[in-house]
């Protein structure tokens, strides 16, 4: 191995060693405070959004795994290019080391409620660092009389390899075990053992029952299950909120800001309710979507209780995080069952979804009223104040768009001919669905039947039985609303407001 490779793999262990240390140590300084996260965050807070878009329409629910695996990607190149540095510069690779730490210090300060002790895991990583690659770098340049680095022909230079391997390895198993111990440790803190000890209080209003039949045979379940329920939102890793510590503050242009706590909140009416929630970034036909029984209280009632003055038209939503979205005051106080959720099917939210609180509107995109982990709401104007996604291009009010989905035949998918199963779903959350056709290549388009649902809230399955002929056919699905408006067959981007147009497959039939 040549030395110039020995020296950037000991830049790249070096860096692995640092980022281990500050993984153990952001289990006190906070979770957010670790360099690949706070760094991380700094880059959701400013990239463009149509940066932001790209990686959501490509990664889908797994676009921060994709953030922090490239981070990790860019700062394993910068690493293994100081360690070839300093063999040559030692005093430069020292300034890189250095500068590796200061900008994680002064990402984790930037983090929402971050404290002085946030610079603690990015400068000690840092110093670390600084002499595991010495170390490393010197094994790496051991090379005894008379070898070569051509001709590594002895068995002292044989030796020596190995020995260099055998640190290289014991540095990264060491890196990993302490990264590793540092996210186990935080996820089993306070807020993980408080959900685990949770039971749920006992609702003053049962859910409705789900009717028989409101399953259809190849569509998706009815009710999602919460470990296939979507999750997008700008959060690196979920925060840990400890409910024995959290609040809820509702203030701006009140009459009586309040702030309840987590005990006056589980002593508050808890109702329970079936609400489809869609993600703005969904495409047409695409799984961003789901359905769950959701048990909170009601937000209008705390509402009311503040007592909103008149022209405060945007309820402004903040999660721990910093996170906004904004609501329209009329929507949560217009009757419908919009909720500070605590549950979600039957168990305490599962912190990827908002643990101890978040909020439920039906009938409204997530970016505005989904807020996850929420700590605060302020009333203020639409015209005074934009949330999160606004200055990014994305419009300050989004009902849900009127939608369908064919879930089975799947695109590309082949079958028999004869008579076909063709189901999916449909959704006009808060208005309900009317009915749902279905279109083989060019001719009419034919009424599917309907299965029953919960509420106007949920979303409705469908089914139809297509006379398949052989050859390739294109099925297209569309939904009418109850307020008799029919999906548009225009296709739209998700941005700003919503994807449009008809979901199709191509089958083939032999």
């Not at 999916?424 to 029953?452: T, Y």
């Amino acid at each position: 191995m040549r030395k110039s490779f020995r020296a950037g793999f000991s830049g790249v262990a070096a860096a692995a060693a640092a980022l281990g240390m500050a993984e153990l140590l952001a289990v006190f300084a906070g979770a957010r405070s670790a360099p690949l996260v706070a760094v991380g965050g700094v880059v959701v807070d400013h990239v463009p959004a149509a940066v932001k878009d790209f990686g959501v329409a490509v990664f889908g629910v797994h676009d921060k795994t994709a953030l922090l695996s490239g981070t990790a990607i860019l700062l394993g190149l910068y690493a293994y290019g100081l360690g070839v540095l300093a063999r040559r510069r030692w005093p430069v690779a020292i300034g890189g080391i250095v500068l590796f730490g200061v900008v994680g210090a002064v990402a984790a300060l930037t983090r929402p409620g971050a404290g002085p002790g946030a610079v603690v895991p990015s400068l000690a990583g840092a110093a670390l660092a600084v002499p595991v690659l010495r170390h490393l770098l010197r094994l790496a340049d051991e090379t005894p009389s008379g070898t070569s680095e051509s001709r590594p022909d002895s068995s002292y230079a044989v030796e020596s390899r190995r020995r260099f391997v055998r640190q290289l390895g014991i540095v990264a198993a060491v890196a990993a075990g302490g990264g590793l111990a540092g996210r186990w440790l935080t996820a089993r803190g306070a807020a993980t053992s408080a959900r685990d000890e949770l039971r749920l209080p006992a609702t003053s209003e049962p859910p409705p029952v789900v009717p028989a039949g409101a399953q259809v045979e190849g569509a998706v379940p009815y009710v999602t299950p919460n470990s296939d329920f979507y999750r997008i939102d700008t959060a690196l890793v979920s925060p840990l909120v400890d409910p024995a510590s959290w609040t809820l503050r509702i203030h701006g242009m009140v009459r009586n800001p309040i702030t309840i706590t987590w005990d006056e909140l589980l002593k508050r009416p808890m109702v329970e309710r079936y609400v489809t929630l869609a993600c703005v970034s969904n495409e047409v036909g695409g799984d961003l979507i789901g359905n769950a029984r959701w048990l909170g209280t009601p937000i209008k009632a705390l509402l009311d209780e503040a007592d909103p003055l008149p022209g405060a038209d945007q309820a402004v939503q903040r999660s721990v995080d910093g996170w906004t979205c904004g609501t329209p005051t009329a929507v949560l106080r217009d009757g419908r069952d919009a909720l500070l959720a605590i549950g979600m099917n039957g168990e305490p939210l599962p912190v990827g979804h908002g643990f101890p609180a978040r909020m439920i509107v039906p009938g409204l995109y997530g970016y505005v009223s989904a807020c996850k982990w929420i700590t605060e709401i302020e009333l203020t104007r639409f015209a005074d104040f934009d949330a999160y996604w606004v200055p990014r291009g994305w419009a300050a009010q989004a009902p849900i768009k009127t939608q369908s989905r064919i879930d089975t035949p799947r695109d590309g998918a082949s079958r028999k001919s004869g008579q076909v199963v063709v189901a999916g779903v449909a959704w006009a959350q808060h208005r309900g669905i009317a009915k749902v056709e279905v279109q083989v290549d060019d001719g009419p388009w034919e009424v599917s039947s309907l299965a029953p649902a919960v509420s106007d809230d949920t979303w409705r399955q469908w089914s139809h039985s297509w006379a398949a002929e052989p050859g390739e056919h294109v099925l297209r699905v569309r939904a009418t609303d109850l307020d008799g408006y029919t999906q548009t067959s225009e296709p739209a981007d998700p941005a700003p407001d919503g994807a449009t147009g008809w979901h199709e497959v191509t089958v083939s039939v032999g």
